[in-house]
């Protein structure tokens, strides 16, 4: 009965032996999801339940609990409909080197790179995704242009060709950046270490904020 309690992530970043709907009860997340969702389901109806991906599958290898590969065949199921958000963490060049990050093109080619691994869920409105982590110190200029343009997707430019692909009236991608507190070795915070707001990080991720009121 806490309405500032309105999810739950089932599971954080699912990686290694981690599998997708093969039926190894030992490792298949997909399931496993679905038994832990349908528990909670039991005792609250109302929360939204958050899946995040795998790391491995038959078609490649992505960021832990990023790899959603296996919703194009064998998407979660709960007992109660209108709960499921997928959801995946992604991050910069300077997090993992990734062979999309050395494309002549990049970061033009990352649209597709994000639209193949998770996109494609939101552009057929199969389910809400939510990017529960990405970040970046931004101390390097291949993290400064990855950052543009993950902001600029999550807005709804899926093309890249600087307009938003949204139907008037909606919004974009929801997110979580990681982290608030600056205590991440990986990423730093929103806040800085002696608690004012980085403005830099602010300023990259504002395009893509909530545009308008909750009821």
């Known amino acids: 009965d806490n309405p500032s309690v309105v999810a739950a992530d089932l599971h954080n970043e699912p ?21 832990i969702g349908n528990a909670v389901q039991s005792v609250n109806p109302n929360w939204l339940l958050i899946v995040e991906g795998v790391e491995n599958s038959s078609e490649g290898t992505y960021w832990w609990g990023g790899n959603l590969d296996g919703v194009k065949t064998d998407p979660v199921d709960f007992n109660i409909d209108n709960k499921l958000v997928y959801s995946v963490h992604d991050y910069p060049p300077s997090m993992a080197g990734f062979g999309w ?15 193949d691994a998770w996109g494609w869920i939101v552009q057929k409105d199969i389910a809400p995704v939510l990017v529960g982590e990405f970040g970046t110190k931004l101390e390097t200029s291949q993290d400064k242009q990855w950052l543009d343009a993950m902001v600029k997707y999550m807005d709804g430019d899926y093309n890249g060709d600087g307009k938003s692909d949204l139907a008037a009236g ?7 950046y990681w982290a608030w507190s600056p205590g991440s070795g990986d990423t730093g915070g929103i806040m800085t270490d002696d608690w004012a707001v980085n403005s830099a990080k602010m300023s990259a991720i504002e395009p893509a904020l909530f545009d308008g009121t909750i009821a």
Do not use: C, L
């Not at 290694?16 to 038994?35: F, L, M, P, V, Y």
């Not at 990050?101 to 639209?115: E, L, Q």
């Not at 909606?170 to 979580?176: E, I, K, L, N």
């Open 101 to 115: 990050f050395n494309d002549p093109s990049y970061p033009n080619n990352m649209k597709d790179i994000w639209t």
């Open 170 to 176: 909606d919004q974009g991608v929801s997110f979580t």
């Open 15 to 35: 990686h290694g032996q981690a599998t997708w709907a093969d039926g190894n009860q030992a490792t298949d997340w997909k399931a496993a999801a679905e038994r």
